[in-house]
């Protein structure tokens, strides 16, 4: 396994809530996937968990080598959790398509979050690892 790139990002919980308040579903269906609203807005601090996400998906697109741009949208990139809770994550569109031109098989992260901030941290994976990534599962 050899790692292909690191990110991390942090952003202001109440940054994220603004811009939930000022552009509603617009905002929600532009960065997250029908999944994560589920289940962000399933939470008790919603807020955080939707920043949380917001963090991971600038982390990931850091380890990727790459910031946020034209040829990828917001929800190529989703953020899961197994039943224990560890976050996973699910590339498709433009961004697997990146993955794989950069060799990459999977994207470890780590996501923290208090009132104030959310905070994430991602590594990148050599093809070489199996990719569960780039496998779309079926069910929740």
Known sequence: MEILGIGTDIIECPRIGKMIEQHGELFLRRVYTEREIRYCQARKHAI????GRWA??????????????????????????TGGG?????????????????GIGDILISISHCRTYATAYALALSLTRPTPMAVEESGE
Do not use: Y
Request: glycine share 8%.
């Open 48 to 51: 955080e968990h939707f920043a």
């Open 56 to 81: 991971a998906k600038e982390a990931i697109l850091k380890a990727m080598g790459t910031g946020w741009s034209r040829r990828l949208a917001w929800t190529d990139l989703e953020v899961r959790n």
């Open 86 to 102: 560890q976050p996973q994550v699910l590339i498709c569109g433009g961004a697997k398509e990146l993955a794989l031109q950069k």
